[in-house]
């Protein structure tokens, strides 16, 4: 039930159009937990393969631990950094 309302979440946030083009970063969390999906079953789960039009990424995570979480972060700064977009002159 969690996954279908994350899914449809993340279809209605890719299609607003403020956010065409800007980089998505996914955390597959809880990796300490047996029954939690991997990147590869969140990428499944979520279709994220059928993400076009903007750079994305998955990286598996344990926010106990802080395992991959400096590596994700890390991945989407350096995104933002190359990927900016000059922000519309204020009036």
């Known amino acids: 039930m969690r996954l279908a309302v994350a899914k449809e979440e993340v279809w209605l ?4 159009e403020d956010l065409d083009g800007v980089p998505m970063l996914f955390l597959a969390n809880k990796m300490d937990v047996d029954e939690a999906l991997d990147s590869a ?6 279709d994220l393969d059928h993400i ?8 598996s995570s344990n926010a ?8 994700a972060v890390g ?3 350096d995104e933002l950094k ?8 204020s009036r």
């Open 13 to 16: 946030m890719l299609s607003h």
């Open 41 to 46: 079953g969140c990428t499944k789960a979520l």
């Open 52 to 59: 076009r039009r903007r750079r994305w990424k998955i990286y």
């Open 64 to 71: 106990v631990t802080g395992e991959g979480l400096a590596e």
């Open 75 to 77: 991945w989407f700064t």
């Open 82 to 89: 190359t990927n900016s977009r000059p922000k519309p002159a």
